[in-house]
């Protein structure tokens, strides 16, 4: 078992920054963590993924050179670093966790609750 606890949304002006963080406990061993997002009245999608190492990792086209996904395994944490964030990347945040080894956006078994952001134009 592993549990998810995500922290770091808000409220932001486009082009502003933030980073968001995703507390791991339990299993957490070799894990994939990925970052996904749901934004209202749209299906869940991919953001992030990274592999165990964090030498691997896996963006979508939407977020690719703004958004950065890394993390420290001694403190069990992942994170994603968002940059020049547009109101299009309003949704609320989900940190995930596998076992695995494709590092991208399928078969996750473990779920935060999710944090919001909000980016005002």
């Known amino acids: 078992q592993v549990q998810l606890v995500e922290s770091g949304g808000g409220l932001v002006q486009a082009g502003g920054s933030l980073r968001l963080s995703c507390a791991a406990s339990?299993?957490?061993?070799?894990?994939?963590m990925g970052w996904f997002r749901r934004a209202p009245g749209k299906e869940r999608e991919f953001v992030a993924a990274?592999?165990?190492?964090?030498?691997?990792?896996n963006y979508a086209d939407s977020v690719k050179g703004r958004f950065t996904i890394s993390r420290d395994n001694a403190k069990n944490t992942v994170y994603l670093q968002m940059n020049s964030l547009k109101p299009d990347d309003t949704a609320v945040y989900y940190c995930a966790a596998k076992w695995g080894i494709q590092v991208g956006a399928s078969s996750y078994n473990y779920w935060g609750q999710g944090t919001q952001v909000t980016v005002s134009s």
């Open positions: 990274i592999d165990w190492s964090g030498s691997i990792t």
């Open positions: 339990g299993r957490t061993s070799n894990t994939i």
